[in-house]
């Protein structure tokens, strides 16, 4: 399975940046798909996921400010973050969860919020 990443990049804080990922399978033959992000000397954390019902789920800290969204004819999943934060700094993979676990993910796009 394919997932590549796209969309990061150099941003100021309060900028805006869209990932995109579109992968080998279809994106409704999962249960879910999601974004994962790991920061320098953190441990990856699933920032938001959206259900093959179309539910979207975020961690706090991006709440009100990153939306998740999927594109079925283009097999696209979405992530579009706005108001961001140095902290939001990261590389940025998407994943899928088969059945109930996040636990495959492929190539990621690192997003650089900085003055």
């Known amino acids: 399975v394919q997932l590549q990443a796209s969309g990061g990049g150099f941003v100021q804080p309060g900028g805006s940046l869209r990932l995109s990922c579109t992968p080998s399978?279809?994106?409704?033959?999962?249960?879910?798909m999601g974004w994962y992000r790991q920061a320098p000397g953190k441990q990856r954390e699933l920032v938001a996921t959206i259900t093959n019902a179309g539910r979207p789920d975020y961690i706090e800290s991006v709440k009100g400010r990153f939306t998740i969204s999927r594109d079925g004819a283009k097999n696209t999943v979405y992530l579009q973050m706005n108001s961001l934060k140095p902290e939001d700094t990261g590389d940025y993979c998407c994943t899928f969860a088969r059945y109930s676990d996040f636990d495959y993910w492929g190539q990621g796009t690192l997003v650089t919020v900085s003055r």
């Open positions: 399978i279809s994106i409704f033959s999962v249960n879910a």
